[in-house]
T-cell receptor
Framework: SQKIEQNSEALNIQEGKTATLTCNYTNYSPAYLQWYRQDPGRGPVFLLLIRENEKEKRKERLKVTFDTTLKQSLFHITASQPADSATYLCSPTGANNLFFGTGTRLTVIP | NAGVTQTPKFQVLKTGQSMTLQCAQDMNHNSMYWYRQDPGMGLRLIYYSASEGTTDKGEVPNGYNVSRLNKREFSLRLESAAPSQTSVYFC??????????FGEGSRLTVL
């Protein structure tokens, strides 16, 4: 069965550093991969989508990579700020595959 | 635009009671989804509707029914609630496969 793993439940980093979150998946081949942010008590909010034929995508301080050979995506937040503290969810997605990882809770320490 | 609106936001039920969670979207999206989110389990898909008039089971459909009332509305019904259905329920919509727009969630407790 399909499985999605996000590197750790919680990640603490110092303000200004780069946060790197990992998403690994097994037993399926998604057409693309999405990243979402979720704040406590709120619904997830879409951040970025990267397709299987794209290696890297950037949006402001965010960068996502997608390695279909390793079955892995890396999500980077550069120059992190306390306002980036949230839970980040990955979703390797394809037709009839609408799964999410359990998320990584990121805390940026001032 | 309101986006995706879920009602109610909070609900407490007794075991065996029934209830319906309502969801409406104003973005003219074809696809709508119901997820549940539990600690340590992440978001799990209950049912989805790829277009008006169609519904399909997701990972965890047992104990639930859905209705795609029209293009805007997608409801989730618990016929006989069980404590295992205590969870936060999220409705989402999208235009085909792609970015999902989520509601703010409905927090259900079954005693």
């Amino acid at each position: 069965s399909q499985k999605i793993e996000q590197n750790s439940e919680a990640l603490n980093i110092q303000e200004g550093k780069t946060a790197t979150l990992t998403c690994n998946y097994t037993n399926y081949s998604p057409a693309y991969l999405q990243w979402y942010r979720q704040d406590p008590g709120r619904g997830p909010v879409f951040l970025l989508l990267i397709r299987e034929n794209e290696k890297e995508k950037r949006k402001e301080r965010l960068k996502v990579t997608f390695d279909t050979t390793l079955k892995q995506s890396l999500f980077h937040i550069t120059a992190s700020q306390p306002a980036d503290s949230a839970t980040y969810l990955c979703s390797p997605t394809g037709a009839n595959n609408l799964f999410f990882g359990t998320g990584t809770r990121l805390t940026v320490i001032p | 635009n309101a986006g995706v609106t879920q009602t109610p936001k909070f609900q407490v039920l007794k075991t065996g009671q029934s209830m319906t969670l309502q969801c409406a979207q104003d973005m003219n999206h074809n696809s709508m989804y119901w997820y549940r989110q539990d600690p340590g389990m992440g978001l799990r898909l209950i049912y989805y509707s790829a277009s008006e008039g169609t519904t399909d089971k997701g990972e965890v459909p047992n104990g639930y029914n859905v209705s795609r009332l029209n293009k805007r509305e997608f409801s989730l019904r618990l016929e006989s609630a069980a404590p295992s259905q205590t969870s936060v329920y999220f409705c989402a919509s999208s235009e085909g496969l792609g970015e999902l727009f989520f509601g703010e969630g409905s927090r259900l407790t079954v005693l």
